[in-house]
Structure formats: C-alpha cells, structure tokens
C-alpha cells in the first residue's frame, strides 16, 4: 500500500510537471490560482453536477465564494490582454455524498485550466491530442516501475480523436452513454454540444447545440476535460443567465466588465487527478490522493 502511494503521487508529480513544461512550450503564461472571490462558476445548469452548495466564507464583510472553477476569471484575464493562459487551479466542489460510489468525483482537486483568445474548438482539440498522446508516451517510457507496482498496462494513445455530438451518443448508448461509451472505446474520444452553463457558446448557426466538448478516457474511466468557445457579448450573457434563472446580482463584477464586450475564446481544463486516475489504472480517483478528499467520507488529515 506504501509503495502504491509513493506510485500515485510520483505520476501526480509528473503530471504536474509534464502539464507546466507543454503549456509553456506552447507559449501559455502561467497565472496564480484565485481561491476566494466574489464571483466563481454556478456549476449549473449542468445534468452531470450534484453540487449541494457553493462553499463561502465571510472576510470584512465581504462574502467570498471558494472557486468552483475559474472560468469566469480567465475570460477577465484575457480582457486584460493575455492571449494564452493557462492555470494549476484548486476547486472546491461540495458534492452530494451520493457521489462516493461513482469512482470519479472528489469535493476538492486540481485542475489544469487554460484559455485562447479567438480560438475555435478545433485548436483545442489538437492541443489537447498532443498533450495526452506525449504524456501517454511519457509515463509508459520513464514510470514503467511506478506502472509495475500498480498492475497498470497502459496502452498507447494517438490523435485525432473521434467525436460525437451528445445527442448521438444518448441515441446509441441511452441516458448512461459517457460510461457505456467509456467503456467500449480503445482511445479517448470528444463528446460536443451538451446544453450547459452560460458561458459555453450556443452556436449561432444551429441553435439549441453548443460549441462545447468533453473529452473522455476509455476503458470505463469517463470524463476528464470539458470545455467550449465562450459567449462573449453582454446582451446574449445576460439572456442567458436568466434562462438559466441564476441570480445576477451575483455576477456583477463579471458582467460590469463585460459590458463592452469579452475576448471571443476557447479552453477546458483537465482534473490532475483524473488523469492520474486514468494514466495509473487507479479504481477510485480518491486513491491517488495523498490527502483524500472523496464526498461522503470523514475527511482525517
Ligand atoms: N474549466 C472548465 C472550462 O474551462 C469549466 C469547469 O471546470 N466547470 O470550461
């Protein structure tokens, strides 16, 4: 079980490694996390959230939000001028406990959360291809003992991945279809165009689908990043969220600045431990945590 420990947060180690080496290479500026602000992402409406509340804490009379995700403050940072960003991002999600059994979800974890100004779906697509077929590569050539002492064959990896819209995939696996789909397929695959949260993009074309994507693991490992182009103009913003009957007031910072119009852009982000759980064969993404954090379970340390 030792040894299985020092395993999980060696790959952990590498992932983080791996993930600041790529995006600087690829000409990303590396920004601070933001954990407390008045503004973070409502989760919502979203079929595939169970968030029971968003945590919060009261500093000098301010009511500050713990970050969900920081969606909303990429898109602020490139208003501020950045074209290519890209976060080591601490979230905190206080999923209902029922979440326990399904193997993927933690109610705090990591992810690696990035942003393009004027990019379109299909840069996203690429950059991550490349990203998960290097580090594929990379753990299978330099962690084959840490991969030994986990029993984990882990095959190898190479883009363009397939992609299906949502809609196609409910028609062919049913209502289950990320896990069905999950666990037939041999490479990761995209899953566009989910109805989702107001900042991913309806397409002006074809209304009702949406320039969003998850990407999803295979051999039953599921979802481990989902993105979209974003909604960058005030008047549609605001439709939105009222459709999505979220209280604005909430939003004000975000939707002040975006007023005069935000920077049209595409990103996702990646939960670390996820894809720890995927490169390491792990039964349950808690397991790769040094310092578990799984909803349901007391936490000790
Ligand atoms: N990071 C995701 C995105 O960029 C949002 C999220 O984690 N909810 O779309």
């Given at each position: ?7 999980y ?5 590498a ?12 000409g990303?500026?590396q ?10 992402d ?5 079929p ?29 940072a ?6 290519r ?6 979230n905190v999600?206080?999923?209902h ?5 399904s193997?993927?979800?933690l109610f ?7 942003e393009?100004a004027?990019a379109k ?12 077929s ?8 330099d962690?084959t003992?840490e991969?030994?002492?986990?029993g ?5 990896i ?11 995939l409910?028609?062919?696996y ?10 037939e397929?041999?490479?990761?695959f ?13 397409d002006?074309?074809n209304?009702?689908h949406?320039?969003?994507y ?11 990043l ?9 008047d549609?913003?605001?439709k ?8 604005a ?27 720890v ?9 808690g ?6 954090r799984?909803p349901?379970e007391?936490?000790v340390?």
């Amino acid at each position: 079980m030792k040894d299985k420990k020092i395993a999980y947060s060696r790959i952990t180690s590498a992932v983080l490694k791996y993930s600041s080496d790529f995006f600087h290479g690829e000409g990303f500026t590396q920004l601070m996390p933001v954990v407390l602000s008045p503004i973070t992402d409502p989760l919502g409406p979203d079929p595939g959230s169970s968030v029971i509340k968003t945590g919060e804490i009261e500093y000098l009379g301010q009511k500050l939000s713990l970050t969900q995700s920081m969606i909303l403050h990429k898109q602020i940072a490139l208003k501020e001028g950045l074209e290519r960003i890209f976060i080591i991002s601490p979230n905190v999600r206080l999923e209902h406990p029922g979440r326990k059994e399904s193997g993927r979800h933690l109610f705090e974890f990591s992810q690696v959360d990035f942003e393009i100004a004027r990019a379109k779906k299909e840069d996203v697509f690429s950059l991550m291809e490349k990203f998960l077929s290097g580090i594929v590569f990379h753990i299978r050539s330099d962690y084959t003992e840490e991969l030994e002492i986990l029993g984990r064959e882990l095959p190898k990896i190479e883009g363009p991945f397939e992609v299906f819209t949502t809609h196609k995939l409910i028609d062919e696996y049913g209502k289950d279809w990320e896990r069905e789909a999950s666990m037939e397929k041999k490479m990761p695959f995209w899953a566009t165009s989910h109805k989702r949260e107001f900042y991913d993009k309806e397409d002006p074309s074809n209304p009702g689908h949406y320039l969003n994507y998850d990407l999803i693991y295979p051999e039953g490992f599921g979802e481990g990043l989902s993105g979209a182009e974003r909604e960058h103009e005030y008047d549609i913003i605001m439709k939105k969220i009222t459709r999505d009957k979220l209280d604005a007031s909430r939003y004000l910072p975000y939707l002040e600045i975006s007023k005069d119009g935000l920077v049209p852009s595409a990103g996702g982000g990646f939960g670390v431990e996820r894809m720890v759980r995927y490169l390491s064969g792990a039964e349950h993404v808690g397991d790769v945590q040094l310092f578990r954090r799984v909803p349901g379970e007391k936490v000790v340390v």
